[in-house]
């Protein structure tokens, strides 16, 4: 029997990713396709990990002091 999906934590090994933070990604509607049930979520397979899209640093950048 072949399915045709797969668990967050699963996603999360292939996408190279933390099991949190694709749980996120899912609560967000960022990944296509996924299904809430129950506590987990499910994701078809092959479905493409989506882009971060979080700032990496919004701090002003530091002055040169000479």
């Given amino acids: 029997m072949d399915f045709d999906w797969i668990t967050a934590q699963e996603a999360a090994e292939a ?5 949190r ?4 990604l899912c609560t967000n509607g960022k990944v296509d396709g996924a299904i809430r049930l129950k506590r987990g979520w499910l994701i078809q397979k092959g479905t493409a990990k ?7 640093d919004r701090r002003k950048p530091k002055k040169d002091s000479q």
């Fill in 15 to 19: 996408w190279g990713i933390s099991d």
């Fill in 21 to 24: 933070r694709v749980q996120v």
């Fill in 50 to 56: 989506p882009a971060d899209g979080r700032a990496r």
